[in-house]
């Protein structure tokens, strides 16, 4: 009785793992659908709004606000 509740409960764990990875299988392949799918038009999003933002790529953005020099100002006592 013990040996047979075991064997049951061990496959239902096997089957429900199994289950698991083939749902996730899916939702990969569905993933990889998608981006093939939009993928030159997400490109072409990705261009306008470099664009709009004056960035190109390979540009790294100096996290300083725009307008402003980058780097500590003159005479700034942190930078002392």
Known sequence: MG????????????ASVGFGV?????????RRELEKALGPQVEAWQ???RAVIGHTPGDE???DPP??????????PAGD
Do not use: C, H, M, W
């Not at 040996?3 to 096997?14: K, P, S, W």
């Not at 083939?22 to 569905?30: C, E, I, R, S």
């Not at 307008?67 to 700034?76: I, L, N």
């Open 61 to 63: 953005p100096s996290g």
């Open 3 to 14: 040996n047979e509740t075991a064997r049951v409960a061990r496959n239902t764990f096997y």
């Open 47 to 49: 261009r306008q709004l």
């Open 22 to 30: 083939l749902a996730f299988q899916k939702v990969q392949v569905q």
């Open 67 to 76: 307008g402003e020099p980058s780097g500590d100002p003159p005479g700034d």
